[in-house]
């Protein structure tokens, strides 16, 4: 099997196996290491063709092969490149691929519209972590931005094509696990838009799993829309009986009020069991649902800010342990 090593970091991995998915496997492994793992808006894993469009996961690879040494010309993108033996890569140890990277997020910033604070994608929006951790603090574009008129695609699913990235995501979902796309990319160049064939609904059984997969907020729950800020509500684990996808999901709640439905995201933000609209859209009770416990949320999201888990094992400690000093208890608690 081929090794390659990222950033000083070696692992060995199955013939096939792309950049960014041996980045993943090292980040897996060692979370110390997870600073070797290149951003991603478009790739997903469970999506078949995806990657390859926004160029956000750019690395350099300095040495291309034990057998061809030779540096690669330019960066290139991780998630459609594989692994040769003997590779060697640069994420974040590359001075001139963080400069290239920073190039990519402008180009991504140029038409999408300060909307941060009125989008329910805030706080857990992918191009929000890519341009505070890789973008610049200031846009040299200064021309008018790009625009479209709103349409309608159904009752369930808010489309801003303003704040599209086109990562093509959404359209792969449709084309890959529903059972009729009506929507896709109408148009060419900087025109190109997210659009349905004749005015079309999107009303199909899968259909709500496009506002998972959507990195920006160009794509939201119309039964969330402005309930409330993702950090104000408590995520839960949860399951039911569903004879169309496994019903394995996410409640968002606020009190005991189920605000919204969505599918478990693992630690790259992609969701390994998709969900039906039954359960996103139509199951808000929380007594159709069996809870499993609180989410777990990586502390370093806003959403993990909330301190929902520490509240849960407050209540689990209320009653004081024998013999054990109030102090102590405080102690273990906030250590936990």
Avoid at 285 to 313: C, F, M, N
Wanted: glycine share 6%; hydrophobic share 30%; with cysteine.
């Amino acid at each position: 099997m081929p090794k390659v090593t990222i950033d000083g970091v070696m692992i060995e991995v199955p013939e096939g196996t792309t950049i960014l998915q041996a980045a993943r496997m090292i980040g897996e492994r060692n979370k110390a290491d997870r600073h070797v793992v290149p951003p991603a808006m478009c790739y997903y894993t469970n999506l078949k063709t995806s990657g390859g469009y926004c160029r956000s996961c750019l690395v350099k690879v300095s040495k291309g092969s034990d057998r061809d040494p030779r540096p690669m010309p330019k960066p290139v993108a991780s998630c459609r490149t594989n692994v040769m033996d003997g590779m060697e890569v640069q994420n974040t140890t590359s001075p001139e691929l963080l400069d290239a990277r920073k190039g990519v997020v402008e180009f991504l910033l140029i038409n999408h519209p300060l909307d941060c604070p009125i989008c329910d994608q805030a706080g857990e929006c992918h191009l929000q972590d890519l341009s505070y951790e890789n973008g610049t603090e200031a846009s040299r574009y200064e021309f008018e931005r790009r625009t479209f008129v709103p349409i309608d695609i159904g009752d369930t699913i808010k489309l801003h094509m303003t704040r599209c990235i086109l990562c093509y995501r959404c359209v792969k979902v449709a084309d890959q696990i529903t059972d009729g796309r009506v929507h896709g990319v109408i148009n060419r160049g900087d025109v190109s838009e997210i659009s349905t064939y004749i005015q079309n609904a999107v009303d199909n059984d899968f259909s709500g799993n496009m506002i998972d997969v959507c990195p920006v907020g160009a794509l939201t729950d119309r039964t969330f829309r402005f309930a409330s800020r993702v950090w104000f509500t408590k995520p839960e684990d949860a399951h039911r009986s569903c004879e169309r996808c496994s019903g394995r999901v996410v409640l968002w709640l606020k009190g005991n009020e189920v605000l919204r439905v969505t599918g478990r995201k693992d630690q790259w933000g992609e969701v390994k069991e998709f969900i039906c609209n039954t359960c996103r859209f139509e199951k808000k009770d929380l007594a159709d649902w069996k809870v499993e416990g609180p989410r777990h949320i990586d502390r370093h999201s806003v959403i993990g800010q909330g301190h929902y888990e520490l509240e849960t094992k407050q209540q689990l400690l209320k009653a004081p342990a024998p013999n054990v000093p109030e102090l102590v208890r405080n102690k273990e608690l906030k250590e936990r």
